[in-house]
């Protein structure tokens, strides 16, 4: 049976890497997707709460004299929960309206790099804990007048990778089990024939053995009733040698 337990230990132990790399490869590509689509439901949520600041730029107004603006980005976080903040900006980076209790100054450096990297009107960046999307305001002139930023938690979308991780770890554990039972069954069968000679040989060498320690101790040895050929062999090879023995210490002795 020794032999069976290492067959399968192998088996399972590539049923284990294969199962691995499946369900690190899948946790990448879900993680990769995932963030694609919250980045378009950003930059759309963020496209929509900039239309009508676009629209007084470009017909001349400033950003600035939006009316009801404040009302407006409001209503756009209500969407989502789990939007921390919906920032308005000029173009020079500095806070014209914000759905923050305490509203920084300008926009963070993260954001005015992705702006001057981005070459579309929208960009999308993480940085630390938080994920920053927004889109530019376009004046008349097709330049920058301004932006919309939405701050969102990125332990948002690391909830859902790492529940895809339990629903795939929970699959591939169970895939493993039905794996390892399937091949314990497969192999028992197919290895019959050698486990039970194998079997046979294990048995074989034990009677040998408790034979030769009886003799040793000066008991006649009891023979089985039905000894096997790797048995006999065994017990001649055993005499051959003791003669063999007996041969030698007869030979040094007989030397003056």
Do not use: C
């Amino acid at each position: 049976m020794a032999l069976f337990w290492r067959i399968w230990a192998v088996v399972t132990l590539v049923g284990l890497t294969v199962v691995a790399l499946f369900t690190a490869l899948a946790t990448l590509q879900f993680a990769g997707i995932n963030a694609s689509l919250a980045s378009e439901r950003l930059e759309v949520l963020a496209r929509r709460t900039a239309s009508p600041f676009e629209q007084a730029v470009r017909i001349g107004l400033p950003l600035d004299s939006v009316r009801n603006a404040e009302g407006l980005i409001e209503r756009a976080q209500q969407s989502d929960d789990s939007i921390l903040a919906i920032h308005v900006f000029r173009r020079d980076g500095a806070i014209a309206f914000s759905t923050a209790p305490t509203p920084p100054g300008k926009i963070p450096d993260a954001v005015s790099a992705a702006r001057r990297a981005a070459q579309d009107r929208a960009w999308f960046v993480e940085s630390g804990t938080t994920i920053l999307s927004g889109v530019e305001v376009l004046g008349q002139d097709g330049r920058s007048a301004g932006g919309v930023l939405i701050e969102y938690p990125a332990e948002s979308t690391a909830t859902r990778v790492w529940a895809m991780v339990a629903e795939l770890g929970l699959g591939a554990a169970a895939a493993l089990v039905g794996t390892g039972l399937v091949a314990a069954a497969l192999l028992r069968l197919g290895l019959a024939r050698e486990i039970a000679q194998f079997r046979s040989v294990d048995e074989a060498v034990d009677d040998f053995e408790r034979a030769a320690w009886r003799s040793a101790a000066g008991r006649p040895p009891s023979a089985p009733d039905d000894p096997t050929d790797l048995q006999a062999r065994l017990e001649r090879a055993e005499a051959r040698y003791r003669a063999a023995g007996q041969a030698i210490r007869a030979a040094h002795e007989a030397q003056p």
